[in-house]
């Protein structure tokens, strides 16, 4: 295919391209690279900007560890089962990636909220949401679990449904089938899908904002950052986020690329 | 290592967006070589996999040694399953792959840990065993590799340790050696049959290559849009074909359709003669050709290919039907020759590369043709 | 396949997978239920309302036009060419999907700002980006590019390079190649990426939020409602926003499933 | 419409991951059929990507009727291409898809508003051209249809008459049978060389099936691991391979290794014999066999399944070479019976299964071979 390129089509299209991704990649790049090292660090030493970054991190992982045991039997009943209604549930799924999360944040509080009914029962075993951690991770559930269940769908996909069955004729319950052939043969796609979630609901603001303001997750204290202080006071914690999300995205597609390979 | 069942399927209907069976009956009797022969699409994988307990019928029973399994779970039938693409277990290297059925049959989690000895026992125990069927298959040298650095036929090999290592009552083979090139698909075929000889396991090998079919099976059944159209030795089916669809499956050229008359010849014995049906239109040279038969009526008439003599010298034998006739077309496929003759009705037969050249076949050449009576085939 | 589905595990699946669907769609049911018809008619009337909508619809219409130029000769590339550095093209491309989007809007905020290079020398040519409908552009644009250039690219590499070299060898040039047979044959993704890129950049807050607060899109809007008057006020707007998504969103599914058929 | 270039090759080397090519040298004439045959993956689709202008070469040249075009863009070279895939555009019925090319060189856009008139007539000039071609295929009844209804053979055939359309200088066929089924395979087979024998375009195809290649090509070049290994007619290389590999790829199964010695008779005549290398640990008894060859010292000898004669009784023949042996093993490959007889060597015959029938044989029965010296091929 090498030689295909030298040709005036293809020099314009990278052209139009690269305008893309020097969009996408000059403001990250100069955010990082204008803060200066030492004020980042004194930045991540505050208690403030550690507990935001720790809790942002912690409730993001306990979102992806709830949405693993109920998301990924889903996603291998989408892959495998056939029944009516598929489609509906489907589309449910990935209705979050389209809804505001300003509007999810606000349908959250209507359910959870201490007045609902959930809220209420929740309350009496002493668990409340609103502007409180479970919250958080409620909210960082529903904007993400699309990524975690569309990413273990399509790994289930992948496997050959033969394989199912010839472990059955060599004497495997539907239980060990499962076990020993589906779910190591999809764990790459739902490891890189809980990598994926979990970064994406590092990145949520909207929806928590609504729900939990306090405590502050990261994003939602940069925000805050912003609007009392102003540009240059946001700017580290911007730094710090955008680094911390690289990194995770980074892991995600290396583990991705050995799965290629 | 003996260990084989009876398979009896009765009256069985399968409905399923890809394949349709109907009214399937198949007696495989115990230790037999039983060969399905189908086109693509006939249903052939669906039946396999309904037998294996992998889909459930619409209708009908299925019988292993009598007892019925129609219902029982696929993990509980202990039949062995040979997929055409192999379908080994890519996270697992060649003795896992292998393993698997063994390993699955062996205590797990809590009764693993209380009696720890016997579990240990029972690992020799399943390395003995892999080691026994993979050296039996010659692929003992290949335990540590993992199946996709295997050639194709390597891993067809592992698919069937794999199936034969749980010793299953009925080992059922779908397509097994479609996927091989033409080299490893006749040596892994020889196998096939060592194999059965050695073990003598009830086996269900479905196909869509009748020369497969005839090398292998003890006995065929031929099936077409999901029904059974013919079953018999394969002597049965390339000699009798029942209908036109076997015929030209099994590669029967010379097809023709025309009515048996009866005829007394001087001695006064009766000798039974099929009139084309091509040549009524010339009424008074009605060609015909004399035939065993007890049919009466209108039939059709095949004769095979390599039934008939090609000689450039008009022919004095025992056959009993002679034609005259000119070479139309000489199609060359390498070692064969496929000669049509028109004499009138175009007859194909089939030579050497040899014989052609020492007859100097051409097209337009003038060429006779013998065959016997007992070589028509009427259906 | 269906019978292999009377298994207990089936079952168990079936109803851990139930609790999730239903975590999703019991939230925004209850929205959109609970709400007076009549009350969202009127919501619908005020003009604050109707502009933040039509500002929020046509902002995200301008950012998948802007993208659709040049993300699908970039999608066309990665999809066909082979040159170093691909990979991190690609991790580029997927970048804001992770990154936290009011950390996105700092960022942007740094390279569109007023006092920034580009910012002032937009403002040269009487474009500002900072409180206007072309930094809602840019901000949507940036959060909601990477959804058009992977469907686009999916949809490119879907297309078997055969028919390319045939059209080659029969007289088409690479341009003429690309207009018959490459882009015609992935239109079905391309256009569905457009539809998935609107309605991403319809529910954009975050970055939205710091970048231009003002003029108001309607996720702002609804967050205005909710800090300033508290949930009731803002649940007619939430209940519009999430019926406006969940339309294009069917429209959407409507658009891949002709594709597969 | 006839129209066909010579097409000259000259140290072509080409690299690329899937495959690489080494010092490929072919001079093909105007209006051949010139097949170049050889395993899967031996580069040969590279081959014609790389005459099409898909590929650049490392090094060499292209020629096409003298003129270098190593350099010129694909869509320059008026080269037809046709895929084992078919690559029909989904998106274009099947007229469509044939006009792809006509349409291409139309003036479009603001050419075609200009001058509006000509390209009225153009379109009528062009629903022509597809229609005499859709009739040579015989697919003028499928023109509105989707690619995607059409059966493979029909694909092929639409293949075909679109790169057929534009009148191309040579055709390139890759793999253009291998897709289909035997019978569709057959027609399509017999299609090509009507269409070659009508157009007489220069065509190169490319094929691992020796009975297609034997049957379609003027001459056939056999290819392995990217070189040309034998360039010949079809009774050269079925006759004469060059070296084991093409022996064993045209289905010669009589390969023995052995040294050529020379004789003289009683009448004085020398002649040459091949003693075999297996047997001379039996000195006294140094099996060996009469050939013609110019060839001495260690050499390779091969002899076609089907020339060698086969019987239960001793033959006295003008056959120079006479064995005894019993039979090894019987494969049934339907048509065709393969015989294994150990004689000291093993030889592989090929017989009938009337023969066979009428021979009795079995496995361990004692037989007579006997075949020419002329039929031994030293190499």
């Known amino acids: 295919m090498r030689k295909l390129f030298t040709n005036r089509m293809y020099v314009l299209f990278a052209l139009l391209g690269a305008l893309l991704i020097f969009f996408v990649a000059w403001p990250l790049l100069r955010t990082v690279t204008s803060s200066d090292p030492t004020i980042i660090w004194e930045t991540l030493l505050e208690a403030e900007v550690r507990s935001a970054i720790l809790l942002t991190l912690y409730s993001s992982a306990l979102a992806t560890v709830v949405a693993f045991f109920f998301g990924v039997p889903l996603a291998y009943l989408l892959a495998r089962a056939d029944f009516p209604g598929k489609r509906l549930i489907e589309g449910i799924v990935d209705v979050p990636i389209v809804v505001p999360h300003s509007a999810a944040g606000i349908a959250l509080l209507m359910v959870f909220g201490r007045r609902s009914l959930l809220g209420r029962a929740f309350g009496l075993i002493g668990l409340k949401f609103v502007s409180a951690a479970p919250g958080i991770v409620i909210a960082m559930l529903f904007v993400s679990l699309s990524f975690l269940v569309d990413s273990a769908r399509e790994g289930f996909e992948a496997v050959n449904p033969r394989l199912e069955r010839v472990a059955r004729t060599l004497g495997a319950s539907p239980w060990q089938t499962f076990w020993r052939v589906s779910f190591p043969l999809a764990w790459r796609s739902i490891l890189s899908g809980m990598i994926l979630m979990w970064a994406r609901g590092l990145s949520e603001f909207g929806a928590v904002v609504i729900l939990a303001y306090h405590p502050m997750i990261a994003p939602v204290l940069l925000y805050e950052r912003f609007e009392s202080y102003g540009l240059d006071y946001a700017r580290p914690v911007a730094t710090l986020i955008i680094l911390i999300c690289l990194m995770t995205f980074v892991a995600l597609r290396l583990i991705a690329q050995e799965d290629r390979a | ?379």
Request: charged share 25%; hydrophobic share 40%; proline share 4%.
């Open chain 2, 1 to 379: 290592m003996k260990s084989s069942g009876a398979v009896q399927i009765r009256d069985l209907w399968v409905d399923l967006r890809e394949f349709h069976l109907r009214e399937i009956d198949l007696d495989i009797a115990a230790g037999e070589y039983f060969v399905v022969l189908g086109p693509t699409g006939a249903g052939k994988t669906g039946l396999l996999e309904t037998i294996a307990g992998l889909y459930q019928p619409q209708r009908g029973r299925v019988l292993l040694d009598g007892e019925e399994i129609t219902h029982l779970r696929p993990e509980r039938r202990g039949i062995g399953f040979v997929y055409q693409a192999y379908a080994l277990f890519p996270h697992l290297n060649v003795a896992e792959n292998i393993a698997f059925g063994l390993n699955i049959q062996r205590p797990s989690g809590l009764g693993k840990l209380i009696r720890r000895k016997s579990a240990q026992e029972n690992e020799v125990d399943i390395a003995e065993q892999v080691d026994e069927v993979s050296r039996m298959l010659a692929i003992d040298h290949l335990l540590h590799r993992s199946p996709k650095t295997l050639s194709g036929g390597e891993q067809q090999r592992v698919a069937l340790a794999r199936a034969l290592v749980i010793k299953p009552r009925v080992l059922l083979l779908d397509e097994p050696l479609s996927a091989l090139d033409p080299e490893t698909r006749e040596s892994l075929q020889r196998e096939l049959a060592r194999v059965h000889r050695q073990l003598g396991t009830t086996t269900l090998h479905v196909t869509h290559d009748f020369e497969e079919a005839v090398a292998l099976g003890d006995r065929i059944a031929v099936v077409n849009q999901g029904r059974i159209v013919q079953v018999g030795t394969p002597e049965d089916i390339f000699r009798r074909p029942a209908s036109e669809f076997v015929a030209r499956f099994v590669g029967v050229r010379n097809i023709f359709a025309g009515a048996i008359a009866e005829e007394t010849d001087e001695n006064g014995t009766g000798a039974k003669t099929f009139i084309f049906e091509a040549s009524k239109t010339v009424e008074d040279q009605a060609l015909k050709m004399a035939v065993v038969t007890d049919l009466t009526g209108a039939v059709q008439a095949s004769i095979r290919p390599e039934d008939i003599i090609l000689s450039r010298e008009p022919i004095h034998s025992s056959a009993r039907n002679c034609f005259r006739g000119h070479v139309m077309e000489i199609a060359d496929r390498g070692t064969l020759i496929y000669v049509t003759v028109n004499a009138p009705p175009d007859f194909t037969c089939v030579i050497t590369r040899r014989s052609r050249e020492e007859m100097r076949l051409r097209e337009g050449a003038a060429v006779h043709l013998a065959f016997k009576a007992s070589a028509v085939h009427i259906f």
